[in-house]
Nanobody, 127 residues
Framework: QWHLVESGGGLVQPGGSLRLSCTPSGFNLEYYAIAWFRQAPGKEREGVSCISGNDATLKYEDSVKGRFTVSRDISKNTAYLQMSSLKPEDTGLYFC????????????????????WGQGTQVTVSS
């Protein structure tokens, strides 16, 4: 069954950086809308960032704007979430998800619209 695999999480001090990777198993990410979500203990899953199938539309949750960057490398069939200036409140289990839309400009941070998911990678920001 097709799915996604996240990597790159870990323990980092406040102000530090991490780059998360999202690699598909069984399919090519090209043309797929990709989103990153996170879930902290006791909280609901929230959308962090997303990129449209044609890479033209990027969206960020307000608290990560200017600190996180979403991207895709077709040659490596991998999507990334570059996270900088990390804060303790960024701590959580980070998931990537993918869906194929007919409109390659369209993308959303609504988790209900995503079909393929990974198991998540833990990010802990603590001193």
């Amino acid at each position: 069954q097709w799915h996604l695999v996240e990597s790159g999480g870990g323990l980092v001090q406040p102000g530090g950086s991490l780059r998360l990777s999202c690699t598909p198993s069984g399919f090519n990410l090209e043309y797929y809308a990709i989103a990153w979500f996170r879930q902290a203990p006791g909280k609901e899953r929230e959308g962090v960032s997303c990129i449209s199938g044609n890479d033209a539309t990027l969206k960020y949750e307000d608290s990560v704007k200017g600190r996180f960057t979403v991207s895709r490398d077709i040659s490596k069939n991998t999507a990334y979430l570059q996270m900088s200036s990390l804060k303790p409140e960024d701590t959580g289990l980070y998931f990537c998800a993918a869906v194929l839309y007919e409109d390659s400009d369209y993308v959303t941070l609504d988790p209900k619209e995503y079909y393929y998911w990974g198991q998540g990678t833990q990010v802990t920001v603590s001193s």
